[in-house]
């Protein structure tokens, strides 16, 4: 009998490439979220996320402030200073003795014999604040300030890096674990009797790249709406346009480790050796994430890494928070990424390709290469 009749229907229609790309991502796609541990983790990631926004709105809008005793001939001084509630005393007697009751945590007194002219005390260590405060310092005129210090880019360096990082790994091992499962139960021999190895990646790698930017847009979502709650408007119109140049990024960076995954796990016949083969992967997965934080301040290693495919996603979007990149910037890196996407997944496809039906011991990337 011919393989494309059916026994009195006559011929089997064929399927076109987009339809079993399609049949495939729809598979995976059903899979994840029919799965209760992943809308339960997916829920609470956003929960996580819309309760850090809403916290840092509380803790802006009310800073935290140190109660302070001080004597009359200083507490018009200290009551100028931001961060003290200050409880005025009549004398250096009272001040230590609301200190010894702990309801201050230090207290500033006049004192004529003192070179500065006032004394703080304390029960076991000043407040380094109160003591930089009222420390006399040369008044400092930058030339060339940079932008880019402080602890906003070491957050926001943490916040894409992981973000980055753990949606990668979220959608991304799937890809690894299911080709990994089809080849030990032998259920790809089938489904390639009916659809090409390519058009079975390109499935896995669609489903789960709709998945991945799925919750990416729904924390964008989230994020948006809290800083909207908390009154930060000044924030979030300057985060907008780096988050959604991260969410571009993100989308061909995360396209380029999704083929590198189904690639490593179609290498191994077995669970317990994927190991072999998805460390190379999981290392440039998390490569962006450290070397963001040990190298965010270093204007010349983040131009760098804002360009390179595997860092862009995370490098780039700082970069255009603190104006350090020029309008075309991220466009060539986008370029850059998109070249490296197609690279990849040519190199990814003819290794999927080759090693899809070899059982047994792990392919050699080599072997695998040649096929």
Same mark, same amino acid.
């Given at each position: #009998?011919?393989?494309?009749?059916?026994?009195? &229907?006559?011929?089997?229609?064929?399927?076109?490439?987009?339809?079993?790309?399609?049949?495939?991502?729809?598979?995976?796609?059903?899979?994840?979220?029919?799965?209760?541990?992943?809308?339960?983790? &997916?829920?609470?990631?956003?929960?996580?996320? $819309?309760?850090?926004?809403?916290?840092?709105?509380?803790?802006?809008? !009310?800073?935290?402030?140190?109660?302070?005793?001080? &004597?009359?001939?200083?507490?018009?001084?200290?009551?100028?200073?931001?961060?003290?509630?200050?409880?005025?005393?009549?004398?250096?007697?009272?001040?230590?003795?609301?200190?010894?009751?702990?309801?201050?945590?230090?207290?500033?007194?006049?004192?004529?014999?003192?070179?500065?002219?006032?004394?703080?005390?304390?029960?076991?260590?000043?407040?380094?604040?109160?003591?930089?405060?009222?420390?006399?310092?040369?008044?400092?005129?930058?030339?060339?300030?940079?932008?880019?210090?402080?602890?906003?880019?070491?957050?926001?360096?943490?916040?894409?890096?992981?973000?980055?990082?753990?949606?990668?790994? /979220?959608?991304? /091992?799937? *890809?690894?674990?299911?080709?990994?499962?089809?080849?030990?139960?032998?259920?790809?021999?089938?489904?390639?009797?009916?659809?090409?190895?390519?058009?079975?990646?390109?499935?896995?790698?669609?489903?789960?790249?709709?998945?991945?930017?799925?919750?990416?847009?729904?924390?964008?979502?989230?994020?948006?709406?809290?800083?909207?709650? &908390?009154?930060?408007?000044?924030?979030?119109?300057?985060?907008?346009?780096? *988050? $959604?140049?991260?969410?571009?990024?993100?989308?061909?960076?995360?396209?380029?480790?999704?083929? /590198?995954?189904?690639?490593?796990?179609?290498?191994?016949?077995?669970?317990?050796?994927?190991?072999?083969?998805?460390?190379?992967?999981?290392?440039?997965?998390?490569?962006?994430?450290? $070397?963001?934080?040990?190298?965010?301040? !270093?204007? *010349?290693? #983040?131009? =760098?890494?804002?360009? *390179?495919?595997?860092?862009?996603?995370?490098?780039?979007?700082?970069?255009?928070?603190?104006?350090?990149?020029?309008?075309?910037?991220?466009?060539?890196?986008?370029?850059?990424?998109?070249?490296?996407?197609?690279? =990849?997944?040519?190199?990814?496809?003819?290794?999927?390709?080759?090693?899809?039906?070899?059982?047994?011991?792990?392919?050699?990337?080599?072997?695998?290469?040649?096929?």
């Amino acid at each position: #009998m011919n393989p494309s009749t059916r026994s009195g &229907t006559g011929p089997m229609p064929a399927i076109s490439t987009a339809q079993g790309t399609w049949l495939v991502a729809e598979r995976e796609l059903s899979t994840k979220l029919r799965s209760k541990a992943y809308l339960i983790s &997916t829920a609470i990631l956003l929960l996580l996320a $819309l309760a850090g926004v809403i916290w840092a709105g509380i803790a802006s809008a !009310n800073p935290s402030s140190t109660p302070i005793a001080a &004597t009359s001939a200083t507490a018009s001084a200290l009551m100028e200073i931001d961060g003290y509630e200050v409880t005025e005393v009549e004398d250096r007697d009272a001040a230590t003795a609301l200190v010894e009751s702990g309801d201050v945590d230090a207290a500033v007194v006049d004192d004529a014999s003192s070179a500065t002219g006032v004394v703080i005390i304390a029960d076991k260590e000043a407040p380094q604040g109160l003591l930089m405060a009222l420390s006399a310092s040369p008044e400092v005129e930058l030339l060339n300030p940079d932008s880019a210090s402080g602890p906003l880019r070491y957050i926001l360096g943490i916040g894409f890096g992981l973000v980055f990082m753990m949606s990668a790994m /979220m959608f991304g /091992m799937p *890809v690894a674990t299911s080709v990994v499962e089809e080849k030990q139960t032998r259920v790809v021999e089938i489904l390639l009797s009916t659809i090409p190895a390519r058009v079975l990646l390109a499935g896995k790698v669609l489903g789960n790249t709709i998945l991945a930017m799925s919750q990416i847009l729904l924390l964008v979502a989230v994020g948006t709406i809290g800083l909207i709650v &908390t009154g930060q408007t000044a924030f979030l119109s300057g985060i907008g346009g780096p *988050v $959604l140049w991260f969410a571009v990024f993100f989308l061909f960076g995360f396209i380029l480790l999704a083929a /590198m995954f189904a690639a490593a796990g179609s290498m191994v016949s077995r669970q317990e050796d994927a190991g072999t083969t998805l460390t190379p992967v999981m290392y440039l997965t998390m490569i962006p994430y450290f $070397l963001v934080i040990f190298f965010g301040d !270093n204007p *010349v290693v #983040m131009t =760098v890494l804002s360009y *390179v495919p595997f860092s862009a996603p995370v490098g780039m979007p700082i970069r255009l928070f603190f104006n350090e990149a020029e309008w075309w910037e991220p466009l060539a890196s986008l370029v850059i990424m998109f070249a490296a996407c197609i690279l =990849v997944i040519m190199i990814g496809a003819k290794i999927y390709e080759n090693s899809l039906l070899k059982m047994g011991a792990r392919v050699k990337f080599r072997e695998a290469l040649k096929g």
